[in-house]
């Protein structure tokens, strides 16, 4: 039930908020192929790492955040007294957390054109990067 409940404020989070996924964002980062690593700073802004590995350039941008939030709770309640029901509602709270994470590469050649990317994460973290990606 617990599970049930994250995920439906979660959606309900995103529906609200208007979410873009990295789903939504893939013909974004298809079309950055073959094209000057400028290209992709100029829509997510420098990246966080740079690395060289097999003659190829690594970008990475990476994000997370972590952290709780206080859910309102209802819940009811039903007593008998000399047989009679009585009803009442207890209201109350209940802390959740979150924990959010993207990782995006771009792949490059040794002349800074893109030949490939990939990202890990989920859609609290990558939502930032596939909003820039589709804008």
């Known amino acids: 039930m617990k599970t049930l409940t994250k995920t439906l404020a979660l959606i309900s989070l995103a529906v609200a908020s208007g979410c873009t996924t990295m789903e939504d964002a ?11 690593v400028q290209a992709a700073f100029a829509k997510l802004g420098y990246p ?3 690395q060289n590995i097999a003659g ?3 970008y990475v941008w990476n994000t997370s955040s972590s952290g709780t939030y206080t859910v309102p709770t209802t819940n009811t ?3 008998y007294v000399n047989g ?13 957390s979150y924990d ?3 990782k995006l590469r771009l ?13 890990d994460g989920n859609i609290g973290g990558c939502e930032r990067y596939a909003a820039r990606l589709k804008g």
Do not use: F, H
Not at 28 to 36: C, D, R, T, V
Not at 84 to 96: C, D, K, N, P
Not at 108 to 116: F, L, M, P, V
């Open 84 to 96: 009679q029901a009585i009803y009442s509602t207890v209201q109350g709270t209940r802390t959740e």
């Open 56 to 58: 190829k350039k690594i």
């Open 100 to 102: 959010y994470s993207c």
């Open 107 to 119: 792949i490059a050649s040794q002349g800074g054109i893109i030949e490939n990317w990939d990202w």
């Open 77 to 79: 309640a039903t007593t």
């Open 48 to 50: 966080d790492a740079e």
């Open 26 to 36: 893939k013909p974004a980062m298809q079309s950055l192929k073959g094209q000057p």
